[in-house]
Structures are given as C-alpha cells and as structure tokens.
C-alpha cells in the first residue's frame, strides 16, 4: 500500500524559506513531484526529480524552489526560498505522472505580511 506523507508546512513570513518532506512507503524507484493547490485554484506542478536526481521546476518557479531526494530514507524534499503571499497552498508529493490513489493529505504553507 503506497502512503505519502507530507509534512513541514505553516504560517510563515513572506521572504522566509521552508523545507517541506514527503516521506514515501510502499513505493521506491520512482521519479516523484512536488504540486500544489492555492485556494480556488486547480492543483499545479511546481518540481519534479528523477530517479537519479535529475531535476526540472516549474517555469514560474525557477530560481526559488529546489526539490531533493534521499532515496535511502525515501524522502523527497522541497526547499521554498524567498516565501511570497503568492505561494500560500496546500502543497502536495505524487509520482510522474501523478496517481489518483496516491494523493495525501498535504501540507499547508500559508505566507503572511
């Protein structure tokens, strides 16, 4: 049974920086993605990392997000520099591509003044 977990989300200042973590079980071996969904707003990419490490981020993004993996722990891990109120989401972790079944609860970024 595959189970994401995302974690590392909160009320942050806008220009801070946050790591989130999504650790997987039931799953390895797989290129995985960060998404996110803002409020009334459809769920977006915003990185992806292969199994070996390569990485692509979201055109928009570029320059402040940078997604990680540690394949021993089975965590992948989306560093988020320079907050704007713009990235306030719930943010997400699923394979490429994304699996219905696979979604988790997420993780809540809010980004405040």
């Known amino acids: 049974q595959v189970q994401l977990v995302e974690s590392g989300g909160g009320l942050v200042q806008a220009g801070d920086s946050l790591t989130l973590s999504c650790a997987a079980s039931?799953?390895?071996?797989?290129?995985m993605a960060w998404y996110r969904q803002a409020p009334g707003k459809q769920r977006e990419f915003v990185a992806r990392?292969?199994?070996?490490?390569?990485?692509s981020v979201a055109n928009d993004l570029r320059g402040r997000f940078t997604i990680a993996r540690d394949n021993a722990e089975n965590v992948v891990r989306l560093n988020i520099a320079r907050l704007k109120f713009e990235d306030t989401a719930a943010y997400y972790c699923?394979?490429?591509?994304?699996?219905?079944?696979?979604w988790g609860q997420g993780t809540q970024v809010t980004v405040t003044s």
């Open positions: 990392i292969s199994i070996t490490g390569v990485t």
């Open positions: 039931g799953i390895n071996r797989r290129a």
């Open positions: 699923n394979t490429v591509p994304p699996q219905t079944n696979y």
